[in-house]
């Protein structure tokens, strides 16, 4: 997939893709997901009472960040720190937050457990951790009350190791549901997802991913609907292209969920990026969700992909070779997402409606 952009990207990709990449197929567990870039750590904190729960991906000794903001209904803070003619070079850690708006007060939390560590950004009045947090909404799933708080970020990032990444109904992707085209009576489980890619080099790009989406996702390799919206008797898949080109999603729409949707990422590398460069690689890496999912960066999704740099690498970076392995990842993140996610009631997932189609054969 990527060899199609060689000749734009010039010799420096070309010679970076020559060697194939080692990544983990999008059904394979990987080894470690977006912890495989070193000085990266993953925490989750679920709220299995209704489900919800955050994500928190820290970086204590302070990563170089950027962010793009593509959904028409974004739920964030701390996104304009990172533009790059600002002042703040690095960030110490990333939340990402079910529970709508209210979920940003889990950023709180992780500031909290940082300071406790001494680590932030120096002020002559102390430090100041600088998390930036994203939100999906998830509050049709259970009771709407119940949703991350502050108490959860703290205990998210307490959590957090650089062991293998947990997938599926964790976190930020316990709640997160898809395929929400013609409401959430045809819609499913989504989840979370991580994969990496490492070059021969020691480049290592990795993704992680809460999978809200209005609409379908579709495995890029083979483009067949992996989950989204159901038929009218719940036992196969629409597909959501086909219902675009049909009319059927034409006004009025029923139930339609503005603002309820939202796909929330991270892609991280050990290269070393400056924030401008950061900022390209988050903008590049949105192309894996266009890739996975169909349609996304609707006015119904809050869609936002964060780009983190540790810097452990040595070497010069090459942004473009890392924002198009950004796309990839990404994309595998995604499908990862859904092939993890379980069942809630009500919501099948990927795996249900695979067995399903096998049984009906």
């Known amino acids: 997939?990527?060899?199609?952009?060689?000749?734009?990207?010039?010799t420096a990709l070309a010679i970076g893709l020559a060697a194939a990449p080692t990544s983990a197929p999008a059904d394979d567990k990987p080894d470690r997901g977006l912890t495989a870039?070193?000085?990266?750590?993953?925490?989750?904190?679920?709220?299995?009472?209704?489900?919800?729960?955050?994500?928190?991906?820290l970086a204590p000794k302070g990563a170089v960040a950027g962010v793009d903001v593509r959904g028409g209904a974004p739920g964030t803070r701390e996104t304009d720190l990172l533009d790059p003619v600002n002042t703040v070079q690095q960030v110490h850690a990333i939340v990402l937050s079910g529970g709508s708006a209210f979920g940003l007060d889990a950023a709180s939390g992780a500031?909290?457990?940082?300071?406790?560590?001494?680590?932030?950004?120096?002020?002559?009045?102390?430090?100041?951790?600088?998390?930036?947090?994203?939100?999906?909404?998830?509050?049709?799933?259970?009771?709407?009350?119940?949703?991350?708080?502050?108490?959860?970020?703290y205990k998210a990032a307490a959590a957090a190791t650089d062991g293998a990444v947990a997938e599926g109904n964790v976190g930020v992707?316990?709640?997160?549901?898809?395929?929400?085209?013609?409401?959430?009576?045809?819609?499913?489980?989504?989840?979370?997802?991580?994969?990496?890619?490492?070059?021969?080099?020691?480049?290592?790009?990795?993704a992680l991913v809460a999978v809200n989406a209005i609409g379908d996702v579709v495995d890029p390799r083979t483009g067949r609907v992996l989950a989204g919206v159901r038929t009218a008797d719940g036992k196969g898949l629409a597909d959501a292209r086909v219902l675009l080109r049909s009319g059927a999603l034409s006004p009025p729409r029923e139930s339609?969920?503005?603002?309820?949707?939202?796909?929330?990422?991270?892609?991280a590398t050990n290269a070393t990026l400056t924030k401008t460069q950061a900022t390209k690689v988050a903008q590049m890496a949105h192309d894996g969700?266009?890739?996975?999912?169909?349609?996304?960066?609707?006015?119904?999704?809050?869609?936002?992909?964060?780009?983190?740099a540790t810097g452990t690498a040595a070497g010069e970076a090459d942004p473009a070779l890392i924002g198009s392995l950004g796309a990839e990842v990404m994309a595998d993140a995604i499908v990862r997402a859904v092939r993890a996610a379980k069942r809630l009631p009500g919501l099948p997932s990927a795996a249900d409606m695979a067995k399903s189609s096998s049984d009906a054969r």
């Not at 997939?1 to 000749?7: T, Y």
């Not at 266009?290 to 983190?308: E, L, N, W």
């Open 37 to 57: 870039v070193a000085g990266l750590r993953v925490g989750h904190f679920t709220l299995t009472e209704r489900p919800t729960g955050c994500t928190v991906i």
């Open 1 to 10: 997939m990527l060899a199609s952009h060689v000749v734009v990207l010039g």
């Open 111 to 153: 500031m909290r457990w940082l300071e406790e560590k001494g680590i932030g950004f120096a002020t002559r009045s102390g430090l100041v951790p600088i998390v930036p947090a994203a939100i999906l909404f998830d509050l049709g799933v259970g009771d709407a009350k119940v949703r991350p708080t502050a108490e959860c970020g």
């Open 173 to 206: 992707g316990a709640g997160a549901t898809l395929g929400k085209l013609l409401g959430p009576a045809r819609a499913m489980k989504g989840g979370l997802g991580s994969a990496a890619i490492t070059l021969p080099g020691g480049l290592v790009v990795a």
């Open 289 to 308: 969700l266009a890739r996975a999912i169909s349609p996304v960066h609707t006015p119904d999704d809050g869609d936002v992909v964060f780009a983190i």
């Open 256 to 267: 339609p969920l503005t603002g309820q949707n939202t796909t929330i990422g991270v892609v």
